[in-house]
Each structure stands twice: as C-alpha cells, then as structure tokens.
C-alpha cells in the first residue's frame, strides 16, 4: 500500500476538531457539513440529508460493475466529558464517548486514499450515518432506499473496541452483537388507603412479585447453552406513605441473538405479566419494543474481513459476540456485510465505550484507514 503517513496529522486534527464539537442523533448538521465539505474537495459524488443528516459520498473507477459500502457513525452522547483534554467538548452534556469522531476521521482517511491512488475497479460508497446510538439513524438510511440508490455487494462497518489491543482486528461470522428490546409494564389498581389493603388491589405487591417472575425467565424458560439477558431497570409507583397507588411501572430491557429466544422471552413477559395481574387484582399492560436486531455477520464477508486484516494487523476471529447492540444490524439485514472491531487499548488498558474519561486513540487511525482500504481494494481488484 502506498504510504498514508502524511494524511495522519490533519486528520487528527479533523478528529479532534469533531471532537470539540459533538452533537446528537439527527442533530450531526456541523458534522456532516465538514464531512461533505472533505468529501467535495476530493471529487466525490456528494448526496446529502439521507436519513435526514446522513452523507454519501461516492468514489467510482474502472469499468467494473462491482461496489462496496463502507459505514461510518456521526452521532455522540448525551454524557458530561470528564477527559479534561484540550480538545475536549465545548457543548455541555454532549460527548464523543464512544469514538464515532475516530471513525469518521477514518473513513474520511480511506476516502482520501483511494481517491488519489485508485487501485481498485468498481465503485467504493461511502456512508456516514447519523444516529446510531438508539434512535436508529441505519434504519432511516436504508429505509430511504440507501442501498437501492448506492448498491453494494458488500458492506463493512468498523467500531472501536477498547477490550482488543491496539493493533489487533476481530470479527466473525454470524452473531457479533445483541438485538436489543424494551418493555415497560404498567400494572394498574384502584388506589387507596393504605390501613385498609382488604379493599384495594395493590400494585405495589404486583409489581413485587413479578420482578422476581421476570428475573427467572432467563434460567427457567431458555436453554442453558442459549445465550440471552433480561434486566429490570425502573420500578416507578406511590408517592406518599399511607396510600396504596393505583400505578406501578416496571421496564427493563432483553438482549439476544436468536430470534425464536428474543420471542420466547417476549411471550414470556406478556403470560407473566397478565398470570400477575389475574393473581393481584390489577390490569396488566405489556409494552414490548424491538427496536434493534442483532447484528449478524455474513459468514463469507466476515471471512473476507478477515483475510484484509490480516493483510494490515493482527487479524483474531472473536470467540463470542458482545451483548451490546449496534444500528448498523439494520444495513445487515439488507445487504450482505460484516462488522468489525478495531482494537483501541494502550497498554494499560482501554477506557470502556460510553465512559466520560473514554477518548479514541488517534493511534489506531492508521490501521483503521489501511483496513478500509483494504476492504475496498481487494473486494474491488
Ligand atoms: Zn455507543
Ligand atoms: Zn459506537
């Protein structure tokens, strides 16, 4: 590979620029400008508002009918940085801690490669996406035609994985991250007082009773070798001492990888929930939620993933998936493709995604750019 060592500093600075200003899901309008911007002075074919702030670029050579998408997320959190870098973010509440300025960063480095060397014949499209962190900024790209309009035989996307070391390139084929569900359940009384429980259905009793049933979905009703994780996380109800309330709100969230175990769980929630409500006196609503699938690897792209890391770094087949989801299920499930974690640790270790000390390490934006470019040449040769 031709040599990208003087395309490094700017784009640290590209990334810690990003990083200064961070913004939200479907609010990434100074971030996808300036990737835009970038995107122009190379030449590219630049679409832009796909999934309302997503951008496109498109690098096309040769005579080969042959493309490949590359993906990468725009989108920060809603979290106080505690970093007390110079370049830390400038917009209270809002912070790039989970390294999506790294991937931009990255992506726009294999796009500026590419274009000045063009070793490949076809078409490298290149996607940043808006969103990814729950509010589904994928979904909204493919459901407005992203890969009608920009086809792909293949499409990768790359996350930073602090629990790798610097260096190293995991993925496999088949399930690599969790599908991702909510519930809430609302279990309704009458309400009343609370010396005379004789009278009033108790929802507080309820709602007791049907964490401990919720909390053994899990080992009694799903197979040992299955893997799945159910967690209660709010129990909202009563407002004073002496009065049963007539509501209670329970709501936690599922992850799976199977989707006959994702509605097991589901079917299980709802007959405990209503098995309760018979049981205490009160009505109980089930709201269920699937709001990401699992991200599943093609076994031949995963494959192929790793033969082009191998090619620039330590290439390591993952031995399990991570319970936590990624948006990025949603491009899987329309076209054929693997996502990939890019080792992130220094040597005493990796902060962990989504922590406020959490920064990406520029020092993986090399290998993180030769992996794209990899990607693309030998898919496209
Ligand atoms: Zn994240
Ligand atoms: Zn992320």
């Known amino acids: 590979m031709t040599d990208i060592a003087d395309l490094i500093e700017p784009l640290i600075a590209f990334r810690r620029d990003i990083h200064a200003h961070p913004e939200l899901g479907f609010a990434e309008h100074r971030t996808a400008g300036c990737i835009a911007e970038q995107l ?33 997320d725009m989108d920060a959190l809603p979290i106080q940085e505690q970093t007390n870098l110079p370049y830390a973010s400038t917009t209270p509440g809002t912070f790039h801690g989970c390294g999506h300025d790294g991937h931009v960063a990255m992506l726009l480095g294999a796009a500026q490669h ?52 610097a260096g190293t390139i ?18 309704e009384g009458r309400g009343g007082h609370a010396a005379i429980p004789q009278d009033t259905p108790d929802a507080i009793q309820a709602a007791a009773a049907m964490v401990q049933q919720l909390n053994a979905i899990i080992s009694r009703r799903i197979a040992a070798t299955a893997s799945a994780v159910l967690s209660i996380t709010q129990i909202h109800g009563g407002h004073t ?9 329970v709501s936690g969230t599922v992850r799976t990888f199977d989707p006959a175990v994702q509605d097991r769980i589901e079917a299980s929630i709802r007959e405990i929930a209503a098995g309760i409500g018979i049981a205490n006196g009160v009505t109980a609503t089930v709201d269920y939620q699937r709001y990401y699938p699992a991200t599943i690897n093609d076994a031949e792209a995963a494959q192929e993933a790793l033969d082009a890391a191998a090619t620039v770094g330590n ?38 995604l989504h922590n406020p000390h959490y920064d990406f390490n520029d020092d993986v934006l090399a290998l993180g750019i030769r992996l794209h470019v990899a990607l693309a040449e030998r898919h496209l040769a």
């Open 170 to 187: 995991a993925t496999r084929p088949g399930p690599i991250m969790g599908a991702a569900d909510k519930f809430e359940i609302i279990l």
């Open 40 to 72: 122009r002075a190379l030449g590219l074919e630049v679409h832009e508002g796909i999934g309302r702030t997503g951008v496109v670029g498109v690098l096309r050579n040769g005579t080969s009918g042959r493309s490949i998408g590359l993906r990468a």
């Open 315 to 352: 290439a390591v087949i993952a031995p399990d998936p991570a319970f936590t989801s990624e948006d990025f299920a949603f491009m899987l499930q329309a076209c054929q493709g693997a996502y990939i974690w890019l080792g992130q640790a220094k040597g005493d270790g990796g902060t962990p």
């Open 241 to 249: 001492h002496n009065v049963i309330p007539a509501e209670v709100r």
């Open 114 to 165: 590419l274009t000045r060397t063009r070793h490949f014949d076809g078409t490298v499209n290149f996607f940043f996406q808006p969103a990814e962190e729950g509010q589904g900024g994928a979904r909204e790209m493919v459901n407005e035609g992203l890969f009608e309009r920009f086809p792909c035989d293949r499409v990768f996307g790359l996350h930073n994985w602090p629990d790798l070391p």
